[in-house]
């Protein structure tokens, strides 16, 4: 399969398609299990937080913020933006957008890791946690891919991967591959977000300045394909023939396209814009309060100079 193949029309993508035996489309999964992943979550924190006896180790707006992930990312997971997704183009980049960009950010903030590993049940900590993390391979392969530069490729691949046509079309015609898809998007954007916030006891190697030049590059590979999407005359997936929302039907594929592209570029920019105003912000107070500290220690030093003076003509 050449480039061409790859970034095929729509019609061409079904092509791809309708020789393929028809039970091929037929698997469908009623619960995702990346929404199994992100409830589990949930009741391992409530578990977690009962499992601390004395003062939380959170506070109360974490704990919100938290929930908060959660329920955006289950609520993208579940109807009516699930369903939809597989009819419109732009709620697909919605629901990408809710989980990628929102939801695990959100998580973040809630230092998920320390506390849902404290609502794991000790038997299970003991036999299955535990033995995972001493095992060497896998710490190692973990210390690997949460790597700064490693888990931006990775998120960027899973990006740009399940957006080009020929792969975007698999997940959208065959629910096991967009299950796929769902983890992928979910385990890459965990550990990118990780190293733009610091979720104890995990602490990023990025000194904060560095963490802004981070998501820009994160925010100009973005804008990349959202151009493309947005500007493209053809439209790249295989759309056409799915059944649509009477209220769409006034409109065509490429308006969806576009429109998706849109999203990705207007919204999905603001988010990251925001979140380098926010390092920004905590960045330059951090170093407001050190030149502050600096000036009282040089004051107090000269208001001590005389007293030093004084007590050495004494002598």
């Known amino acids: 399969m050449n480039s061409f193949d790859l970034f095929s029309s729509t019609a061409e993508a079904h092509n791809l398609y309708d020789p393929l035996p028809a039970d091929t489309f037929e698997l469908k999964w009623i619960w995702d299990p990346a929404l199994l992943l992100f409830v589990l979550l949930g009741i391992l ?50 629901q990408h957008l809710m989980i990628t960009n929102i939801g695990v950010p959100l998580m973040m903030f809630g230092v998920p890791f320390f506390i849902c590993v404290r609502g794991i049940s000790p ?134 396209q576009r429109l998706g592209g849109l999203l990705m570029w207007v919204p999905g920019e603001f988010i990251d814009f925001f979140v380098v105003t926010v390092i920004f912000a905590v960045w330059s107070s951090g170093v407001k309060k050190k030149e502050e500290a600096a000036r009282l220690r040089a004051a107090q030093d000269s208001a001590a100079e005389p007293e030093k003076s004084a007590e050495m003509a004494g002598t």
């Open 123 to 256: 038997g299970v900590r003991r036999n299955v946690y535990f033995p995972l993390v001493r095992s060497r391979p896998l710490r190692w392969l973990f210390n690997l891919v949460s790597r700064p530069l490693v888990s931006l490729f990775l998120f960027q691949a899973a990006y740009w991967f399940w957006h080009v046509p020929y792969f975007y079309n698999l997940a959208l015609l065959n629910d096991a591959w967009h299950l796929v898809e769902h983890a992928t998007f979910s385990i890459a954007s965990i550990l990118l977000w990780r190293n733009i916030i610091d979720p104890y006891p995990m602490k990023s190697p990025l000194k904060l300045p560095v963490r802004m030049l981070y998501m820009m590059g994160l925010m100009a590979a973005n804008v990349i394909l959202s151009a493309f999407l947005s500007f493209s005359d053809d439209v790249w997936y295989a759309y056409v023939g799915r059944p649509i929302p009477a209220w769409w039907s006034e409109w065509s594929h490429l308006d969806d």
């Open 45 to 94: 924190y409530v578990r977690g937080l009962r499992a601390f006896r004395g003062p939380l180790p959170v506070k109360p707006w974490q704990i919100g913020l938290y929930f908060l992930g959660i329920t955006i990312i289950v609520a993208a997971l579940l109807p009516p933006i699930d369903p939809l997704a597989d009819q419109l183009f732009f709620v697909h980049m919605i």
